[in-house]
Each structure stands twice: as structure tokens, then as C-alpha cells.
């Protein structure tokens, strides 16, 4: 008895309104960051300068493009190749991997100075420089975790390719799923200079 | 649909699923929204029950019932339950879930799934709130602002709280999501925007202060976990952080918050008044476009609770003059509700007296917030039990009250059963000779100087506390009979028609209860206003 209810336009506009609030949910943290900034300029770039900006600049080409190869994944799709759509999935969850792996590393060392929330070390420095590290582990870790979701979410959108449950005829999951990638992409876009480049 | 006419129980019969499971996995919009209405009460009945327990501490000086860290505690939880448990999700969530879709003609909201979801993110809130009050090492004592640095360093069960209002957070994000798109999308043919119920057009405005604020107050929540467990000390001056901007974060939510509590209530007025008084609501579009000005200009005022710590004289001067903006549209409703009843044929059933007595308190707790909008008064009463009798006005004697009205005037709908109207006035009447007892000898208090959130006070203050203690008493026992009388209508009382009250918004055209789909195989087409009384009769029950 139940009519089926479908409404794309409706799915993507609900998409739009939920990045939006995790625009919100950042920009809370890019206010914190704004604040310490102005407060403390000298050790902001003193601290700045102890990232790897290796491992930032490779994790920036690895998301951006995790980017092209997930909105290729959605043209794919429209396309009717479902294989392809599949490995371009399994290759943005690929990078996403890579990314998280590149970050495991960078946290290591850091870690292995002493340098994470709370430690004796941190406590030691001038206050800008603690308040630069707590904001860059809180913030690339909240990051971190939503690309650990958005890995899962393609994971299971392509699963539901594989068995036919997202088609062309129907692959606006899909699509928000891919926005939902570029939005973890965009943020990432303005972490890497706030936190590694202009200081 | 095979059911006979004396066998008919729409949306409560039928379903995929029998029994429980029926309940839990369903994702209709009247099943969710009868499920938050149970748990959103229960709650109330809790957080009521413990400010009971704060008057009766409060009812002579010195300690009477309870030790200084328990009443701590019990004003935390109290506050926590009554605004992230109850005020919030109250209307929109249970009111919003029940009617909305049939309001603007759909057969549900536009993500089903995620509003059961949304359902989910609340129990699991609540479970963690009241797990907070007994494992741990003690009941939260923060006050329900978890202001730092008092938050970050006690040894109280902070965390679970917060995580609480983090799910809360998350549920109320995700029902402002979902209405916000059905309403935009799902609107029956003639269901223009000129034509939507008011309390659509309030939940309208709600769902974007609910989508464009709450991940504010979330991001805040994680960063006190954050401070808590890493000791990280963004928001402690002594390593460099700043506790006033924690309240610059927890005040851009948590102002416009009070916007998602009031708003809904003032459409459930707006729908309530020009029924009982015949007479279409004066200023549709005065109304409709109010309430998008009250969320828009309510959000660029949180400074105002903020003068007494610490603000440039020029940032006070504008958050006071934003403040008394807000002002205008909140009275531009209660102008045209009252211009709405000029000449009405008035009927005091009880929901009205419900609305009527919402204008009544709504308008002392609303000249209040002008009083604190005022840097000068506000210096004076910050912090007093000013701010108590005030906000209670507001939340209470305005959004609860709403609520209130919306159980008697929709409850037949969906129940499809009558109350005893004798027994509602009764309960009506004690509620609010006690409310206006209670809370207005805390206003005086406040002027005074008696300091709010202390559990002992100086002998001048005694035979106001006992008033309001006593008065307390009063509304609790107005409660009592109220929810006995409503439980009782709901099991067994007359049987109601489709229109009991003579509405014309769409919910009454529909079977009480209304069917599954709302409106069966045909969707309806919508010819005329939600206020167009002409022709349309109420049942006889
Ligand atoms: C039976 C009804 C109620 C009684 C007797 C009552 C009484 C009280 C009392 C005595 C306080 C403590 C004030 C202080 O120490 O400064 C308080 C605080 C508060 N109440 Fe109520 N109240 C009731 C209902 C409500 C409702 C319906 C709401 C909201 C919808 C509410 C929201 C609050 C809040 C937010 C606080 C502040 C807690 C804090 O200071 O952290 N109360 N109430
Ligand atoms: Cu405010």
C-alpha cells in the first residue's frame, strides 16, 4: 500500500543543509584559532614551523586527489559503468587510507618529541605554543575522524553498487556521498595553510 | 483498508510490524512523533519533580533538605533535563513530527529514516544524561551552562553530561534538516506559502536556527571533553586560552536556542486563537515573516550575557540595542494575536485558556528580557533570582504552556477521545495561579539581591521563598490533575469526530486518528487558507 516516496532534489538539499552544518561545526575551531593567532603571533609561528610539511603537502595531493577520483566515480556511474564507479570508489577509499596512514606517521614522531595534549613537554612551552599544538591536534583529529567516516560511507554506497541497489537510473546516494568527500577535501584545504604554510 | 467504523484506530493499528517493534522500527512521522511525546514528557515530569525539590530547600534559610553539593547538582540536572531533555525537542520534535506533514498535505517528512534515526540520537542522549547523575564520581554541579573553568577542573561526572547534549545536539540538527526540506519539497498542490499553517511557518523558522546554530554548542561540548581528558587549557587563561570566549560559543548557540523553544510555541497560539475566536488570524504575513525575523535577529544577540563579564562598552552598546530589536517582532505577535481576539466570538474552551494565559506570561517574562537587555539593569540583576523568575516566564509560562495548549487541542486528534473539560479548567486554574506564585516573588527576590544558584539566603528573603515554595506546590498539584485528566481522556473518554473544535487547517479534514498514510490514495488539494472558517462546522462528541 505504501507509494514509494523518491525525491533527489529533496535528498540534495538535505545533503547541502548537513555540510553546512559541519561548515559550523569547523568554524567554531577556525574562531579558536582566529583568537590564539592575535593573541600569541610569535609562538603560533614558532610552533608552526616544527610541522613536517612533508607530510602535509603529501596528504594534501593525496586528498585532492581522492577528490578527482570519487567525482569520476559519480560521472561513472551516470555512465552506467558500474565497474568503473567501483574502482573509482575503491580508489578514493585507497587514498583515504593512504591519508590516514601519512597522518600516523607525522602523530608519531610528534609524539615521540613529546609534543601531544596534555604532555609535560607542551606544558614547558610559552602558551602560544601549547595553544598551537592542543588546536592542531584537536583539529586535524576531528578531520582525521571525518575521513574515517566518509571512507565507510563510500565503502558501503559502493557495496551497494556492487549489488545494484545505486544505479544510474538512481545515484544521488552516491552523489551526496561524493560531496560529502569534497567537503572533508575543502576543510582539509584550509587546515594545511592555517596550520603548516603561512606562519 | 478493511477496518469498520467501530473498529477504526488509524495509524495506530496498522503498520508492518506488530507489537513493540511496530513502535521502535517504524518511521512514521505520528509514530515517531507519539514516541517523542511520551519521552519528552516523562522528562518533564523528572525535571519538574526536581524543582520541586529546589523550592522545598529553598522554603527557610539555612540547610532544610539537602547538603550545598546536592542542591548543586539538582539545579544542574534540573537544567539540563528541563532545557536539552524537554524545552527543546518539546514542541517541534512531539508537535512538530505529529502535524507538520499532514499540515502541509504529505504523506510524511522528506527522510523517514532519518527522523527515526534523529528519535534514536534523543534516547540515547537521555540514557547518557541520567547515567551522569549516578555513575562517576557525582551528579554534574556546573549549572546547565558548563561554563569554564568550573567544567573543566571538577571531578564530577562532566563528560556524560556533555556528551549527552552533544546526541541531543545531533537529534535536534537532524529534525531542523528534515522539516526544513519537507517543507520546502513536499507541499500538497495549493499549498502555497501564503497558505501554510503558522505553526509550519514557526517551525520553518526554527529548523534553521536548529540547522545554522547547534553545531556551535556541538563543537563546543567536544572541545570541554577535550579540556577535560588532554588538560589542554584552550579556554584557561593561566596556559594561554580564554574562558570569556567559551562563552562567546556557548552563547551563539544558545541564544538563538531560545528562539527554537519559543518559536514553535507561538504557532501553536497562532493556531489555537483564531479557532476559539472564530475569526481568521490577523496579519497572516505580519506573523509568517516574524517569525523568520525573530530567528534572524535572534541570533546576533548572545552578547547579552555576557555584559557583566567582561565586554567592550561599545560591544554592550550594540548586543543592548540588537537586543531590544528583537523585541519588535516578538510584540508585533502578540499585537496581532490580541487584534485577532478584538471582537472574536471568544470560546473558553480549554486549550484557549492555555493560549490566553501564554500571551499573559509571556508578555512579563518578554518585558523582563528587556529589563536584562539594558546593560545598566542588567549589571544590577545578573546572576539574581531576576534571571530565574525571567527565564521561567518565558520557557515555562510561555513554551510549556504552549505545549500545554497543543496536548488539549490535538491530543483528540490523534487519540481520537475527549478529555473532561470541567477537570482541564480546574487543573488550568491551579497551574496558573501556582505559576504566577512561584515566579513572581523570584523576580522581586531578584530585585532584592537575593543571588541565584545558592542554596542558603539572608532572613529578608524568607517570606518570599516560602510564597514561592508554597506556590509551588500549587502548580505541581495543577500538573497532577492535568496529565491524570489527559491520561484518562486518552484511555477512555468520548469518542470525537474528525473536527471537534472547528479548525480548517488540514489535520481536521482527516479521521481521528488520522490513517497511516494521512490522507490515503488521493493526496489532497488545497483550495483555501488554513484560517478560512467559512462553512466549516465543529463535530458534536
Ligand atoms: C515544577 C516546575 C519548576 C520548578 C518548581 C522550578 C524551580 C527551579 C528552581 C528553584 C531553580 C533554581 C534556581 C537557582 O538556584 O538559581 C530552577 C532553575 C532552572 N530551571 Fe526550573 N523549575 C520548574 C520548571 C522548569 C521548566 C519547565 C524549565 C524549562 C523549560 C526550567 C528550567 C530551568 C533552568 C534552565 C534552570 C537553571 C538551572 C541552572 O541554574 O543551572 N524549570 N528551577
Ligand atoms: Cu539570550
Known amino acids: 500500500m505504501s507509494i514509494e516516496h523518491r525525491d533527489d532534489t529533496g535528498a540534495r538539499f538535505g545533503m547541502w543543509l548537513f555540510l553546512y552544518t559541519e561548515v559550523i561545526l569547523f568554524s567554531g575551531l577556525f574562531l579558536l584559532y582566529a583568537m590564539a593567532l592575535a593573541k600569541f603571533p610569535n609562538d603560533f609561528s614558532n610552533a608552526s614551523h616544527r610541522l613536517n610539511i612533508y ?145 | 483498508m478493511s477496518e469498520t467504523n467501530s473498529s477504526y484506530s488509524g495509524f495506530w493499528q496498522q503498520g508492518q510490524r506488530r507489537g513493540i517493534l511496530g513502535w521502535l522500527l517504524s518511521t512514521d512521522h505520528k509514530r515517531i512523533g507519539i514516541m517523542y511525546l511520551c519521552c519528552v514528557t516523562t522528562m518533564f515530569i523528572v525535571g519538574a519533580c526536581l524543582g520541586l525539590a529546589l523550592r522545598l530547600e529553598l522554603i527557610a534559610p539555612g540547610p532544610t533538605v539537602m547538603s550545598a553539593q546536592t542542591y548543586n547538582a539538582t539545579f544542574t540536572v534540573h537544567g539540563v533535563i528541563m532545557i536539552f531533555l524537554f524545552i527543546i525537542p518539546s514542541i517541534p520534535a512531539s508537535f512538530g513530527n505529529l502535524l507538520m506533514p499532514i499540515m502541509i498535505g504529505a504523506r510524511d517528512v522528506s527522510f523517514p529514516k532519518v527522523n527515526l534515526i534523529s528519535w534514536y540520537c534523543y534516547i540515547i542522549g537521555a540514557v547518557l544524561a541520567i547515567l551522569s547523575i549516578f555513575t562517576g564520581t557525582g551528579a554534574p554541579d556546573t549549572g546547565w551552562t558548563f561554563y569554564v573553568p568550573f567544567s573543566t577542573q571538577t571531578t564530577t561526572n562532566i563528560d556524560l553530561a556533555v556528551m549527552a547534549a552533544f546526541m541531543l545536539g545531533f537529534s535536534s540538527i537532524l529534525t531542523g534538516l528534515n522539516f526544513l526540506t519537507t517543507i520546502h519539497r513536499l507541499r500538497a498542490k495549493g499549498m502555497t506559502w501564503g497558505r501554510l499553517p503558522l505553526f509550519v511557518w514557526t517551525l520553518y523558522a526554527t529548523a534553521w536556527v536548529q540547522v545554522l546554530a547547534t553545531p556551535m554548542i556541538g563543537i563546543t561540548l567536544l572541545l570541554i571533553v577535550f579540556e577535560r581528558v588532554f588538560g589542554a587549557g584552550l579556554f584557561d587563561a593561566a596556559r594561554g586560552g580564554d574562558p570569556i570566549l567559551y562563552q562567546h560559543m556557548f552563547w551563539i548557540y544558545s541564544h538563538p536556542a531560545v528562539y527554537i523553544m519559543i518559536l514553535p510555541g507561538m504557532g501553536v ?77 471568544i470560546q473558553l474552551a480549554p486549550p484557549m485558556l492555555y493560549a490566553l494565559s501564554f500571551i499573559f506570561l509571556f508578555s512579563i517574562g518578554g518585558l523582563g528580557g528587556l529589563v536584562l537587555g539594558a546593560a545598566a539593569s542588567d549589571i544590577h540583576l545578573t546572576d539574581t533570582m531576576f534571571v530565574v523568575g525571567h527565564f521561567h516566564y518565558v520557557m515555562f509560562g510561555g513554551t510549556g504552556f504552549a505545549f500545554f495548549a497543543a496536548l488539549h487541542y490535538w491530543l483528540p486528534k490523534f487519540f481520537g477521545r475527549m478529555y473532561n473539560h470541567k477537570r482541564a479548567v480546574i487543573a488550568w486554574a491551579l497551574m496558573f495561579v501556582g505559576f504566577n506564585f512561584t515566579y513572581m516573588p523570584m523576580q522581586v527576590l531578584g530585585v532584592m539581591g537575593m543571588p541565584r544558584r545558592y542554596y542558603d539566603y539572608l532572613p529578608q528573603f524568607t517570606t518570599l521563598n516560602q510564597v514561592s515554595t508554597v506556590g509551588s506546590w500549587v502548580m505541581a498539584l495543577g500538573l497532577l490533575v492535568m496529565f491524570v485528566n489527559l491520561w484518562k481522556g486518552i484511555r477512555s473518554g468520548t469518542p470525537v469526530g474528525p473536527n471537534p473544535w472547528g479548525g480548517a487547517t488540514l489535520e481536521w479534514q482527516i479521521p481521528s486518528p488520522p490513517p497511516i498514510e494521512n490522507f490515503g490514495e488521493e493526496d489532497p488539494v488545497v483550495t483555501h487558507g488554513p484560517y478560512d472558517f467559512k462553512g466549516v462546522v465543529a463535530d458534536e462528541y
Open chain 1, 55 to 199: 607530510f602535509g603537502t603529501v596528504n594534501t595531493l593525496v586528498l585532492l586527489t581522492s577528490s578527482l577520483s570519487i567525482a569520476m566515480a559519480v560521472t561513472a556511474l551516470q555512465r552506467g559503468r558500474t565497474k568503473l564507479t567501483l574502482i573509482l570508489c575503491g580508489t578514493t577509499v585507497f587514498l583515504g587510507i593512504v591519508f590516514l596512514i601519512n597522518k600516523y606517521f607525522e602523530w608519531s614522531a610528534e609524539i615521540g618529541h613529546g609534543i601531544y595534549p596534555g604532555s609535560h613537554h607542551l606544558a614547558e612551552q610559552a602558551p602560544g605554543v601549547a595553544a598551537f599544538f592542543n588546536l592542531y591536534f584537536f583539529t586535524l583529529g576531528l578531520h582525521g575522524l571525518h575521513v574515517v567516516i566518509g571512507g565507510t560511507l563510500i565503502t558501503v554506497v559502493a557495496i551497494m553498487t556492487a549489488k545494484g541497489k545505486v544505479t544510474s537510473e538512481r545515484y544521488t546516494l552516491l552523489e551526496n556521498t561524493a560531496l560529502y568527500w569534497h567537503l572533508v577535501d575543502l576543510i582539509w584545504i584550509f587546515l594545511f595553510p592555517l596550520y603548516y604554510l603561512i606562519l
Open chain 2, 269 to 345: 497560539i497562532s493556531e489555537v486563537i483564531p479557532v476559539f475566536a472564530r475569526k481568521p488570524l490577523f496579519g497572516y504575513w505580519a506573523m509568517a515573516l516574524s517569525s523568520l525575523a525573530i530567528a534572524f535577529a535572534g541570533s546576533l544577540v548572545w552578547g547579552h550575557h555576557m555584559f557583566a563579564s567582561g565586554m567592550s562598552d561599545m560591544a554592550i552598546l550594540i548586543f543592548s540595542f540588537l537586543t531590544f530589536i528583537v523585541a519588535i517582532p516578538s510584540a508585533i505577535k502578540v499585537f496581532n494575536w490580541v487584534s485577532t481576539l478584538y471582537k472574536g466570538s
